[in-house]
């Protein structure tokens, strides 16, 4: 078997970008923290509409591929099976996909919109709580996994189907742009993948590892401060390095599952022991309220007003879920051997939109009775203390909580290692020149990205705050809206090219 080859241009120029952003802005926070503020300010307010109008044209797109003729088509140029079982396809897919964001956003999203609710709505009322609840599910919904769905289709097709040479974004978009590909275009595209995948992983860590921190802080009885953070992004980048390391079959894959049965099982002991019958009842009516106004929900601008609820929240998660869509395209598609356009897609918004909305049917609705019922003010903690300590204050609240939060704690660093050590294996993927069917790139440089993907969240934590967290996926996903654009022409081009052959 021909040995993968390593771009070294793509390598050597995302590491020299990542140090550009990274340094700067460890030697002036202040400065930096400003400047990510105007530049998030300048995106959402000129350009959120563009966001809203991309998620709704990508779930029609994506509607018409899977019930249309080419649902039917398999993503592979021979007859074999799907390299994995479906149990692993779904794990991996949802593990790499979420991360500890949603054991972060599942248990205190609600609360953000329980004081600020969107259309003019009461704060605290009860038409707030409708929202608050079905929110969430929408951000992590259909239309957020069809962001990921479009590039997996799109690389799944032109590397098993068509057999380009690797999984780069720009030998994917090669129907359209040509020998442009092996140019400067090409290099483009291939820079703003990686950036794109940077940026946001730097967003997912520096969200997650607070929140570790701030478990391990209750449990070992130290004080929570950066140190504890930095101690915290070192350990998970070294359980992540072990994994990549790894591979593919013998790390991610095991991973995956132990990651998704632990979690079913800490999802079912909140249902037992909490309070059930609220928690079936609010999931239940934060369900339907979100099918009752999904097209509302899709389509709102907000043009009258200046809530800025769209801009801090729908547009940030559509920025997010785009900055992360090549990577999970990417991933999905070095494990979507031998599976139709149909299942890939319905896998992808069906499993996913409906762990993610487990989530928050079960550890927000508790969150949410413990605010109801005075048991506990989260949203109070959440003003005071932050978000790390609120959630944290939540799991505490249940029986044996001894037992559930090193559990909690323990589910936390799997889910970031799981959703990382994927994250670096496709950085290696998008570095990689030449990559045959059943490869793996260089364990090296899958070593190299399992370390190089922590650089960007230490960074992040230097300045504080959600803004930065959020510019950073904000700032990357803009020009991977062409990006795209251009993966979606070639797959239809290849598509009609092939059906037109007889292929």
């Known amino acids: 078997m021909q040995r993968s080859e390593v771009d070294r241009f793509i390598f050597v120029a995302t590491v020299i970008l990542l140090l550009a952003v990274s340094v700067p802005l460890i030697l002036a926070p202040d400065a930096g923290g400003a400047a990510l503020q105007s530049v998030f300010d300048f995106i959402t307010g000129n350009f959120g509409v563009l966001y809203i109008w991309a998620a709704v044209i990508n779930l029609v797109f994506l509607a018409w591929l899977a019930f249309g003729r080419y649902g039917r088509v398999r993503l592979s140029n ?8 479906t149990f692993s396809w779904v794990s991996m897919l949802f593990c790499a ?7 972060y956003w599942g248990t205190i999203e609600w609360a953000y919109y329980y004081d600020a609710p969107p259309y003019g709505v009461v704060p605290r009322s009860p038409e707030a709580i409708e929202w608050a609840t079905s929110y969430p599910i929408f951000h992590w919904g259909v239309t957020g996994w069809a962001f990921y769905c479009l590039p997996a289709l799109a690389i799944s097709y ?4 068509r057999g380009t040479k690797s999984m780069r974004l720009s030998d994917n978009c090669r129907a359209v742009i ?4 092996d140019g400067a275009l090409g290099k483009v595209i291939d820079l703003l993948f990686m950036l794109g995948l940077l940026g946001a992983a730097g967003t997912g860590i520096g969200l997650a590892v607070p929140l570790i921190s701030s478990g391990l802080s ?6 929570d401060s950066f140190q504890l953070d930095l101690a915290v992004v070192l350990a998970v980048t070294a359980v992540f390095a072990a994994s990549v390391y790894a591979g593919l079959e013998r790390g991610i894959r095991r991973l995956s599952n132990l990651n998704v049965m632990l979690t079913l099982g800490l999802l079912l002991f909140v249902i037992i022991v909490g309070p059930t019958l609220f928690i079936l009842k609010a999931g239940t009516s934060s369900l339907g309220h979100v099918l009752q106004n999904f097209v509302r929900m899709n389509s709102w601008t907000e043009p009258i007003g200046d809530s800025g609820f769209v801009e801090t929240w729908t547009i940030f998660y559509w920025a997010w879920w785009i900055a992360l869509g090549p990577y999970m395209g990417m991933f999905v598609a070095r494990i979507s051997r031998g599976r139709t356009i149909r299942e890939v897609t319905f896998g992808m918004l069906g499993f996913g939109t409906a762990g993610c909305a487990l989530f928050f049917m079960v550890f927000g609705n508790y969150a949410l009775y413990l605010e109801l019922s ?8 959440l003003q005071e203390e932050g978000a790390p300590q609120a959630i944290i204050a939540v799991v505490q609240s249940l029986p044996f909580s001894s037992i559930v939060l090193p559990l909690f704690c323990l589910v936390c660093l799997v889910f970031m290692a799981t959703t990382y050590d994927s ?6 993927l998008g570095a990689t020149r030449r990559l045959q069917v059943g490869q793996d790139p260089p364990r090296w440089h899958r070593l190299f990205w399992a370390f190089g993907i922590g650089v960007l969240p230490v960074t992040l934590m230097f300045l504080d705050g959600l803004t930065p967290l959020q510019t950073a996926s904000v700032v990357v996903s803009l020009p991977l809206i062409a990006v795209g654009v251009l993966m979606a022409a070639s797959l239809v ?11």
Do not use: K, N, W
Request: charged share 20%; proline share 4%; aromatic share 8%.
């Open 178 to 181: 040509g020998d442009h590909a």
């Open 97 to 103: 996909g979420i991360g500890t964001g949603i054991l």
């Open 78 to 85: 021979d007859d074999s099976p799907p390299e994995f079982s």
């Open 423 to 428: 994250a670096a294996y496709t950085l290696a």
């Open 158 to 161: 032109a590397y098993f189907c």
């Open 493 to 503: 081009r290849s598509l009609r090219e092939d059906q037109a052959e007889g292929s």
């Open 374 to 381: 005075e048991a506990l003010s989260v949203t109070t903690m």
């Open 218 to 223: 209750q449990l070992l009885g130290v004080a």
